[in-house]
């Protein structure tokens, strides 16, 4: 049974770094083919996929977000961690994590239950 | 980046409606075109993958079809629990993006 639980603050001020952890089981990120990241949904917007780090260690991010984004892995702690600097309010969102079964399809077979993190002063 | 756009963005239908929901890339994305189900306030569930594959456990009335970069989702029978808001995804290249959502509506 796959399970990923995101966890960190609900509050950061502006030009504060974010950091969040996925914490997961039932699987190896080790894995073929196997990969974890991070998708974001503003209140009452659409889903914006961040940023994904894979089985070989390969990270893709998205372009626009790519200079403030960083994805590693501990594979003994069985954790993704995603960090994100100089936040704005923008930036407000619940975050998710999402696992991906297969690199070369590109689905999302199972996401946490996301975790809200609001920029403000 | 490819563009991925929904239509229309919101839709009324009654249960037992059969509805289409379409999403087109700004480029041809093969089959790699992914269907998701949200309820507010949850997390997205995967429904279809590589255009028309059904994700295991998900209802038989939920079917995917296209290529290239015209692709639909088709609800046959809505049932009540289907009123929430539907999201596609291409994985054709990273950054792999979503439509702007589908909320289908009583």
């Known amino acids: 049974q796959i399970t990923l639980k995101e966890s960190g603050p609900t509050l950061v001020k502006p030009t504060e770094t974010l950091t969040l952890t996925c914490s997961f089981s039932?699987?190896?990120?080790?894995?073929?083919?196997?990969?974890v990241g991070w998708i974001r949904q503003p209140p009452g917007k659409a889903l914006e996929w961040l940023g994904f780090?894979?089985?070989?260690?390969?990270?893709r991010y998205s372009p626009s977000l790519k200079s403030r984004l960083t994805i590693t892995k501990d594979i003994s702690k069985d954790q993704v961690v995603l960090r994100m600097t100089d936040m704005d309010p923008v930036d407000t969102a619940t975050y998710y994590c999402?696992?991906?079964?297969?690199?070369?399809?590109?689905?999302?077979?199972?996401w946490g239950q996301g975790t809200l993190v609001t920029v403000s002063s | 980046d490819i563009q991925m756009t929904q239509s229309p963005s919101s839709l009324s239908a009654s249960v037992g409606d059969r509805v289409t929901i379409t999403c087109r890339a700004s480029?041809?994305?093969?089959?790699?075109l992914m269907w998701y189900q949200q309820t507010a306030g949850k997390a997205p569930k995967l429904l279809i993958y590589d255009t028309s594959s059904l994700q295991r456990g998900v209802p038989s009335r939920f079917s995917g079809s296209g290529s290239g970069t015209d692709f639909t989702l088709t609800i046959s029978g809505l049932q009540p629990e289907d009123f929430v808001t539907y999201y596609c995804q291409q994985s054709h290249r990273t950054p792999w993006t979503f439509g702007q959502g589908t909320k289908v509506e009583i």
């Open positions: 480029q041809s994305i093969s089959n790699y």
């Open positions: 039932g699987f190896s990120l080790s894995t073929s083919g196997v990969g």
């Open positions: 999402a696992h991906s079964s297969d690199f070369w399809s590109g689905l999302l077979d199972y």
């Open positions: 780090i894979f089985w070989d260690d390969d990270k």
